[in-house]
């Protein structure tokens, strides 16, 4: 009876969804270990996506720090977490935090209501296709399998979807992603506009908190360019060019932003956060730092292996000058390179007397000389008189 | 050689355009006929008024009334003569001042022989003027008549004509009616002994001679004569009279040399002509240039001995003058100057203090001249020395209503006004001793629609002005006065008679017994003194109420302050602290570092920091045990310090990594160490992040940086590969932050006001939301600009006047054409200076086509930053440096009538730091209880116009203050809750740049202000550049509210005033 599932759904850094996902759960795991599986699929997706930057959010504290590295994986998710470390590494900017549940309302419904695995893969390909963003995109991956949750709604869905269940639910998924879809593959635009903004609604209906109502409104103004012909817009940039005349009623109306002390992804206490996140204490940073040199120089050995490699290969020698202690002798071929930094020649050349026969010398030099001075001079005066212009321009020569 | 002749030339070139500006065209025929039309037609209505009238005191009755005279019928006739004077007839006017001078020679039936006693003459040569007034109102061609003075002296006054036409040259010209009487009386009878002024006798005493009273009638018997002399001098000699307006711009600008006790532009010409006749030695000959007559003029004025033996103009009157007689002279006035008669002192209203600042004027003069860089053109003929930039005090007396003024009657020998003016001069000299350099007192005439009618009690109604020029801050802040000994019972009698009962007897170190003033006050409120004492010193003497008086000294103290008291205070615990803690640095023995040397980076250490922190309690191991009562705030401010060290094992070795990175993260890594070290062996707390290392130590909270210099190397070479590509890395940014934070420091021990100066200006900048576009240490460099290269003023004496100087140069700084060199320690040697300049040509020739984006806008060049490349590169920009100007302008205006006027509200001082919302596209107004230190608000924002976008919810998760129920929890808990250098203002910042890159500008306060101001930025230029943007345009609405969503919990309101432009 009780259907497990588990999903979750990416949004533009401006929080406008784009994919969501969702898979049921077979095996019988613990809940956090599930949640930790939920995220690696969703870095799977990212990655097939080829999303260059990330911040996730999870309700699970204990999936947060397996995935920092904090806690230690449970055994259940080693391979998932072998392919999630990768992506992670591969990525421009990951960040995962952690936020709670009650601001999460789009994820849950993702993971409850909507099931349809195969669909979501084709959707994912078709916008693999068109996807041309390099933009950083915020994953705002909402993973959750909450037994108990997860029961009530399933016993709701029961009733509701007696007869089909199957097919309303996949009608409305469809309408969802089409929506969605539609923000990026432009063609089909004007004709699922209605579908689109229910779409939409449907997703936003699910939110009770500001931001979700922000995205919502988002979405809507977006319509307006289009109608008017406005150039297509790129999936990353959702964006309108709206000019202000032509506000909706709504948006007369002033905005509220709530304080967000339950919302760590954005404002004060996303800071606060962030203060006391970046000063774990000296140890934990020591390691940090240990690491760090540890692959620094693992990275440099790489770099003179393959140097070598290069230099076995052609039969060459390369000389290079190197910095820090002057050596007589190449380490590992043992052929002497005598190398003199530039700055003592530059001052051994400067100590060398001048020899040479002053410019003075023939008379014509010095009538030369002189000649240039005075062009020197007139040039000067020009220079002057352009200079006074430019003030003149600039009226400083009002004294009062 | 070659540089002087290149000054030279310059210089003509600019004094042409000078003269362009404010030479009149007397060539040109439109003008002259112009003004021989007007002076004619004025002649005309004259010749009309009928022979005969009856003439008496009823015309003018206030007028004769407090001039005191007692006959004073007349049958009025025709003047004499009329006939163009003054500076007109020598062609030197200078604009903007086109007033022509006409005298009007009275005739000598009007007068009777002895009218020279009682004010007589006085009271008929002004209703000698009302008859002509009354008949001029009625010509034709004239559009009005008012009231003036001569010299601002009441008993003389003179008309002024609006002629009905006008000639666009000439706006607001107007025509001077100057009454005069030639040979009207006998000299010998006004002779500077004798008495014409009966009232003055007491009885039983010899009549007092009446000096300044005789001078005044004397004066309008030679008028003619002198002014004929002048013109004889001047005529068909160009570059005398090319000089002469010169001296007069530059008088001009020193609005206090141009006064009644001082010189005027007669006098120069005067002057002038001796210089260039045979008795004054034919310093000045028909082959000199203007230039030349001016340098040569100024520098008579200032270093003549003759000015005190009395200068003739006529050497034949000078020899027949007696011994005797010219005692007299020296004794009655203080400048001696002898017209051609020889009769008449034409300096006889000069007094000693006026002259004196005469003479430093020229001097300084003289000094910008040989010193400056242009040969003094822009400090002489440019620069406003006004009194409130140069002057250190300014005092303001509203004298209003005042008795005490007239009470002996308006006119005896001197006007009252005048003899009030020395009075408060003595008080204020004796009262400041050698703690004022100078004190100049003037009380001068506003001189709006005076009507002679009603008399002079109008003229009180005009604001006494006093300025004081403070000596070194070591006397003119100290807080003892030591007056005579005790033995000397006369004087000391008289001590205590000025000092009333803040005289004390009392005993010093060296034993001796004295009577003494003390004004005991905090270190930070020693600029309060003067300020105090010449309060004390006025309310004593003159029959004055409080607010009658206003000084201008600590009207800005408001904005550097911390809750009760200025912080400086704490600056002595902050040097304690930092000595202990380079103390425990070099002694750690358990790492591989060798500390050479700790060097303090934060302005704090060099009080230039606005705000320097107070010793937090939960930051000392000390006091953390005990039960704090206070609140105490959640964020603990750090201050940077720079650690020298060398690595004992990697140092030689040539391990030490190479690239930047590997560099930093290995710098971190000790730093750690030093940490963990710190706090094992002395117990301090010790905080860290990735980037920074953070050690609490006796309440503050000290920020560690390593500097390597190896690092430096790396950085030199490749500055020289490649201009363009600007690679700072952390150790030459920790380099030159070093090189000018000891810099600073140096300068700050050199003038102990420069602190407090840069604190102001500093405030200035964050109130006005600068403090993206102007660093700290450039606002550092400018203000050390101004004590550095006073000139044409001396270094500033007190923070309100540095700091109007500081506006003013923002203002007035020609940044676009100039470098500014800011030569602190004096170590730039000429060709550096040179390298200077052409490094500055460098960076401005790529622009050339351009002048509108220069890059660095401004340029600050200093000893160890040549390229300016430390502070400014980067920021201003030009459209920001241009907004920064406009304010800076406007804000000196505001502070020079706020020191020179009376307010109109009581809050205008803090007009200076509050600034206009309406020059914003955006505003986004902060909750200020989540600022990280409330208290250095200084004002609550609020906004009434835009459209209220958005509102939010203010976050519980962040408390500026640690609350008190906290408190009883253990001090490892509330250790926990310290945040070091946390700001939500920045991490909001950096949201917000990070989210729309290029949407929009952001101007803030970093000082602490709720008020973030948003400038959409234009899209660019290039054509694909725009494309890609308009893919980007958004509803500026909907920007706004997920600019709001990125500072949830903190962000109070957003209103958009502006929207975006866009031309797709």
């Keep these: 009876m009780d259907r497990q599932a588990y999903g979750g759904i990416f949004r533009l850094y401006n929080g406008i969804p784009i994919v969501a996902f969702n898979i049921i759960v077979l095996e019988d795991e613990e809940i956090e270990v599930i949640i930790t599986k939920a995220i690696c699929d969703g870095l799977r997706i990212a990655a097939t996506l080829g999303f260059r930057s990330l911040c996730i959010l999870s309700v699970s504290e204990f999936a947060v720090k397996v995935l920092n590295g904090i806690h230690k994986q449970p055994w259940a998710c080693i391979p998932d977490m072998r392919d999630a470390k990768e992506i992670i590494t591969n990525m421009d900017s990951c960040l995962i935090a952690n936020k709670k549940r009650e601001g999460n309302k789009p994820a849950e419904y993702i993971s409850t209501k909507m099931d349809i695995q195969d669909k979501i893969h084709k959707s994912i390909k078709a916008k693999i296709k068109k996807k041309k963003n390099k933009l950083s995109l915020r994953m705002k991956g909402k993973k959750e399998k909450d037994n108990e949750a997860g029961g009530d709604l399933g016993i709701q869905h029961g009733s509701e979807g007696e007869d089909d269940p199957n097919n309303i639910k996949e009608n409305m998924s469809i309408k969802a992603k089409e929506g969605k879809k539609k923000n990026k593959l432009s063609e089909k635009r004007r004709k699922n506009e209605n579908e689109h903004k229910a779409g939409a609604e449907k997703l936003g209906s699910e939110g009770e908190d500001g931001s979700i109502d922000l995205k919502c409104s988002e979405v809507d103004n977006s319509e307006k360019p289009r109608k008017a012909g406005k150039r297509e817009k790129s999936l990353s940039s959702m964006k309108s060019s709206e000019s202000i005349e032509k506000i909706s009623d709504g948006e007369n109306e002033v905005y509220h932003v709530s304080s967000g002390d339950d919302d760590s992804s954005k404002g004060m206490k996303k800071w606060v956060m962030d203060y006391y996140q970046s000063r774990p204490g000296l140890t934990i940073l020591h390691e940090r730092i240990d690491e760090f040199i540890v692959a620094h120089e693992e990275q440099e050995e790489q770099a003179k292996i393959e140097r070598e490699a290069r230099v076995a290969e052609g039969g060459w020698t390369v000389v290079a000058h190197h910095k820090g202690r002057k050596k007589s002798t190449d380490a590992e071929s043992g052929i002497a390179v005598g190398s003199v930094s530039q700055a003592s020649v530059l001052d051994k050349m400067a100590k060398k007397k001048h020899k040479d026969v002053g410019l003075d010398f023939y008379r014509f030099q010095k009538r030369e000389a002189q000649r240039t001075e005075v062009m020197m001079l007139q040039v000067k005066f020009e220079q002057h008189k352009k200079r006074i212009q430019q003030l003149r321009a600039a009226r400083k020569f009002k004294p009062y | ?1064």
């Design chain 2, 1 to 1064: 050689m070659e540089g002087y002749g290149a000054k030279s030339e310059s210089m003509e070139l600019k004094l042409k355009e000078l003269f362009k500006e404010v030479q009149l065209n007397y060539d040109s025929i439109t003008l002259t006929n112009f003004i021989d039309e007007t002076v004619s037609a004025i002649r005309d209505a004259i010749d009309t008024i009928p022979e005969d009238i009856k003439v008496g005191a009823d015309i003018a009755p206030g007028f004769v009334r407090d001039v005191g005279a007692d006959k004073v019928e007349f049958t009025f006739k025709k003047p004499n003569s009329i006939e163009i004077g003054g500076s007109y007839s020598t062609r030197s006017i200078a604009k903007p001042c086109t007033d022509v001078d006409v005298f009007v020679r009275m005739p000598k039936e009007c007068f009777h022989e002895k009218d020279y006693l009682n004010h007589r003459y006085h009271a008929k040569r002004c209703l000698y003027l009302c008859v002509i007034k009354k008949y001029l109102s009625t010509s034709a061609g004239i559009k009005s008549i008012e009231w003036s003075t001569f010299l601002n002296e009441a008993r003389k006054p003179v008309l002024v004509v609006y002629p009905v036409q006008e000639l666009g040259e000439l706006p607001g010209f107007f025509v001077r009616l100057i009454p005069t009487a030639p040979s009207m009386f006998n000299t010998l009878k006004l002779n500077l002994t004798r008495n014409n002024v009966r009232s003055l006798n007491q009885e039983k005493s010899a009549p007092q001679a009446t000096p300044k009273y005789n001078g005044s009638i004397l004066e309008d018997m030679f008028l003619e004569e002198n002014m004929e002399f002048v013109r004889n001098v001047f005529f068909g000699w160009k570059e005398l009279a090319e000089a002469l307006i010169l001296i007069k711009v530059w008088a001009r600008h020193r609005g206090f040399i141009y006064a009644h006790d001082c010189f005027n532009g007669f006098l120069f010409s005067a002057v002038m002509s001796y210089l260039a006749t045979d008795s004054g030695g034919k310093r000045i000959n028909k082959s000199m240039k203007a230039m030349q007559i001016f340098r040569v003029t100024l520098d008579f004025i200032a270093t003549s001995k003759l000015w005190e033996k009395g200068i003739p103009l006529q050497p034949q009157a000078q020899r027949s003058m007696l011994k005797e007689e010219r005692m007299q002279y020296q004794q009655s006035f203080s400048i001696l100057l002898f017209d051609s008669s020889g009769h008449h002192n034409l300096a006889f209203r000069i007094t000693r203090s006026g002259f004196l600042e005469l003479q430093e004027e020229a001097t300084l003069t003289l000094n910008c001249i040989n010193k400056c860089s242009d040969g003094g053109f822009e400090e002489a003929f440019m620069t406003k020395v006004d009194l409130p930039a140069k002057y250190d005090h300014h005092i303001r007396m509203n004298l209003k209503g005042n008795k005490e003024v007239s009470s002996s009657g308006f006119c005896l020998d001197n006007e009252c006004w005048r003899m009030y003016e020395e009075k408060v001069r003595c008080l204020l000299d004796q009262g400041l001793g050698d703690r004022a350099k100078f004190i100049r007192v003037n009380w001068c005439r506003s001189s709006s629609h005076w009507n002679v009618e009603e008399g002079f009690s109008k003229f009180a109604s005009d604001l006494l002005l006093v300025g004081i020029l403070a000596s070194s801050p070591e006397t003119s802040f100290r807080l003892v006065d030591v007056g005579p000994s005790a033995d000397k019972k006369d004087e000391a009698v008289k001590y205590r008679n000025f000092w009333g009962e803040k005289a004390e007897l009392r005993r010093f170190k060296d034993g001796t017994i004295a009577e003494s003033t003390l004004w005991e006050c905090e270190q930070w409120e020693r600029h309060v003194i003067i300020k105090r004492i010449t309060e004390y010193v006025l309310l004593r003497h003159l029959h004055l109420s409080k607010e009658n008086i206003v000084h201008a000294a600590d009207q800005l103290d408001f904005s550097l302050f911390h809750g009760a008291g200025d912080p400086i205070s704490f600056s002595g615990g902050l040097f304690v602290a930092f000595a202990t803690l380079s103390k425990q640095l070099r002694s750690l023995k358990d790492i591989p570092l060798m500390v050479s040397s700790v060097q303090p980076l934060d302005s704090a250490f060099r009080f230039t920091s606005v705000f320097p922190p107070e010793p937090h309690p939960l930051a000392d191991v000390k006091i953390v045990g005990r039960k704090s009562q206070k609140v105490t705030s959640t964020c603990v401010q750090p201050l940077e310090v720079m650690i020298q060290a060398r690595h004992l094992i990697l140092e030689g070795s040539g391990n030490w990594p190479m690239d930047d990175v590997a560099v930093e993260k290995t710098k971190s890594a000790f730093l750690l160490k030093i940490g963990e070290s710190l706090q094992k062996s002395c117990g301090v707390a010790c905080t860290a992040s990735e980037e920074d290392v953070d050690v609490l130590m006796s309440g503050y909270a000290f920020r560690l940086k390593i500097l390597h210099e190896r690092g430096l190397g790396m950085l030199k070479k490749q500055v020289g590969n490649n201009r363009i590509k600007r690679i700072t890395s952390k150790d030459k940014e920790l380099f030159i932050r070093g090189q000018h934070s000891s810099m600073i420091n140096g300068l700050q021990g050199r003038y102990p006001i420069y602190g407090p100066v840069v604190r102001l200006a500093k405030r200035w900048i964050a109130s006005h939301l600068f403090s993206t576009s102007l660093g700290d240490e450039a606002v550092e460099l400018l203000v050390a600009h101004l004590f550095l290269k006073p000139l044409p003023f001396y270094a500033p004496g007190s923070r309100i006047t540095g700091f109007l100087r500081f506006l003013r140069l923002l203002s007035n700084f020609d940044w676009t054409f100039s470098p500014m060199i800011i030569d602190i320690n004096s170590d730039l040697t000429e060709k550096d200076e040179k390298e200077i300049t052409e490094k500055f040509l460098l960076s401005r020739k790529s622009f050339e086509g351009n002048v509108q984006h220069v890059e660095p806008a401004m340029y600050l060049a200093t000893a160890y930053d040549t390229a300016s490349e430390a502070w400014t590169l980067a920021s201003p920009n030009t459209v920001e440096l241009r907004r920064i100007m406009a304010y800076s302008r406007s804000s000196a205006d505001f502070l020079t009538n706020l020191i020179l006027q009376d307010q109109i509200e009581s809050h205008g001082w803090e007009r200076l730091f509050r600034t206009p919302l309406n020059n914003y596209d955006a505003i986004i107004l902060l909750h200020n209880d989540k600022l990280p230190f409330p208290r250095r608000l200084l004002f609550r924002s609020e906004i009434n116009q835009g459209r209220h976008i958005a509102q939010g919810d203010s976050s519980k998760e962040f408390h500026p203050c640690i609350l008190s129920g906290d408190k009883c929890r253990g001090s490892e808990e509330m250790k926990n809750k310290l945040m070091v250098g946390f700001d939500p203002l920045r991490c909001f910042l950096e949201d917000l740049k990070r989210e729309f890159p290029n949407k929009f500008k952001l101007w803030y306060d970093s000082l602490g202000g709720d008020t973030i101001g948003l400038t959409w930025v234009k899209p660019s230029s290039k054509k694909r550049a725009r494309e890609e943007e308009s893919e980007d345009i958004q509803n500026p609405i909907d920007v706004l509210r997920s600019a709001g969503e990125l500072g949830k919990g903190f962000m109070r309101s957003i209103y958009l005033l502006k929207s975006p432009r866009h031309n797709s």
